[in-house]
């Protein structure tokens, strides 16, 4: 792999490639397997560099080394270590796969218009998941008198990465218009193989529950 390839690529689809790479990573890490700790570890630095490199390469896309660690980042994010141990969930990635083929949007962008509105849909099936990730990946200081509202505080600020490297928190700003209820019904039969199947691990999603994040997320 040579990073040098990838000085040329557009700051919009490094962006998403970015995106892409710490979701295939927090696909694994939201996980009810909590015993995982080394596991756990190795995502969030991986989420952390990847979070500090995408701005460095925004700057200065000829940055060798931190266009080194953002391939180095994308060969683990998808070689399964950040998931070793764990059962992921890929929910965020199969509800984005129907925004791609709907709307011929670029994917990494999909994954972070839809990630905050299933995050908020999921966030009670494990809170202190969600407040581990606000803290250890987001920086968010741990209020031990208020798990909930720590875990919301990591998602907020996971949508305000996304603003700050030019990527959308919503279907809105992902396509640019409102979302018809017609297209959402598509996608939920789609994404549900016409009600016969679910999705997701973390919290198992069913088409009604499918509908209920395309909605949050429009």
């Known amino acids: 792999m040579n990073p040098c390839r990838t000085f040329t690529l557009p700051p919009y689809q490094t962006a998403a490639g970015v995106t892409d790479i710490m979701m295939h990573t927090m696909e694994r890490y939201f996980s009810h397997d909590g015993d995982m700790t080394l596991t756990d570890a190795i995502a969030e630095g991986l989420l952390r560099t990847m979070k500090e490199s995408v701005f460095a390469v925004l700057k200065d896309p000829g ?3 931190h266009r080194a660690q953002i391939m180095w980042g994308g060969s683990l994010a998808h070689n399964d270590l950040t998931g070793c141990g764990t059962q992921g969930d890929w929910a965020t990635h199969q ?25 908020r849909y999921v966030l009670h099936e494990d809170v202190s998941r969600f407040v581990r990730f606000a803290v250890n990946v987001m920086g968010i200081a741990n209020d031990y008198t208020d798990p909930e509202g720590t875990a919301l505080k990591g998602i907020e600020a996971m949508e305000r990465f996304y603003h700050a490297i030019g ?30 199947t679910t999705t997701g691990a973390f919290k198992v999603l069913a088409a009604a529950d499918m509908e209920k994040i395309y909605r949050m997320a429009k």
């Open 95 to 119: 509800l984005e796969h129907e925004l791609s083929a709907l709307f011929d949007v670029t994917h990494g962008a999909g994954l972070a218009a839809i990630w905050p509105s299933w995050a």
């Open 167 to 196: 990527m959308p928190i919503n279907i809105h700003e992902l396509i640019g218009r409102e979302i018809t209820d017609a297209e959402i019904s598509e996608m939920v039969r789609k994404c549900s193989n016409g009600g016969t």
């Open 63 to 65: 940055d060798y080394r």
